[in-house]
């Protein structure tokens, strides 16, 4: 059995072809930290994936299946701000913390999955730490409580 040069050319070009597919992925990479939350009775430290571009932040936790308690995600901004999230396409509910640019949580929302509802910062911050819903509170973390910035500006 003979194979023409063409079909051969074809079969290459479709190995090739799947080979750059496989290598692209749609999923986001995060840089991921340590960062320690001083409580006003405990100091706390969470697994976070930072979130620093715009890219990075728009995809957030998009169509995460599950996340841990002890995990989250923080959204690093370079200026103060007033932040606005909503769950379209996040699956998981998710408590978010609103942070001065000194640390300092100055609100905290639960958020329900894949819900269009705006949750709103009421004063400009400088980060958002989302959550398992509920574990600021599981963890002994409030308002007014401080996440170190030592490891995450740089």
């Given at each position: 059995?003979?194979?023409?040069?063409?079909?051969?050319?074809?079969?290459?070009?479709a190995?090739?072809?799947?080979?750059?597919?496989?290598?692209?992925s749609s999923e986001?990479?995060?840089?991921?930290?340590?960062?320690?939350?001083?409580g006003r009775?405990?100091?706390?430290?969470?697994r976070?994936?930072?979130?620093?571009?715009?890219?990075?932040?728009?995809?957030?936790?998009?169509?995460?299946?599950?996340?841990?308690?002890?995990?989250?995600?923080l959204?690093?901004y370079e200026?103060?701000?007033?932040?606005?999230?909503?769950?379209a396409?996040?699956?998981?509910p998710?408590?978010?913390?609103?942070?001065?640019?000194?640390?300092?949580?100055?609100?905290?929302?639960n958020m329900?999955?894949?819900?269009?509802?705006?949750?709103?910062?009421?004063?400009?911050?400088?980060?958002?730490?989302?959550?398992?819903?509920?574990?600021?509170?599981?963890?002994?973390?409030?308002?007014?409580?401080?996440?170190?910035?030592?490891?995450?500006?740089?």
């Amino acid at each position: 059995m003979q194979i023409s040069k063409s079909y051969l050319r074809f079969i290459v070009f479709a190995i090739l072809i799947l080979f750059i597919c496989s290598s692209c992925s749609s999923e986001t990479r995060f840089e991921e930290r340590d960062l320690v939350i001083i409580g006003r009775n405990n100091t706390v430290t969470i697994r976070a994936e930072i979130a620093r571009t715009r890219e990075e932040q728009s995809q957030g936790y998009m169509h995460r299946q599950s996340i841990k308690d002890g995990e989250g995600m923080l959204f690093f901004y370079e200026h103060d701000s007033i932040l606005s999230f909503w769950m379209a396409n996040t699956l998981v509910p998710l408590s978010i913390a609103f942070i001065s640019h000194e640390g300092v949580i100055l609100e905290i929302y639960n958020m329900e999955p894949l819900s269009t509802a705006t949750v709103r910062s009421s004063r400009s911050v400088r980060y958002a730490l989302e959550v398992p819903q509920n574990w600021f509170s599981r963890a002994g973390i409030g308002i007014g409580d401080r996440l170190v910035l030592d490891n995450i500006i740089n």
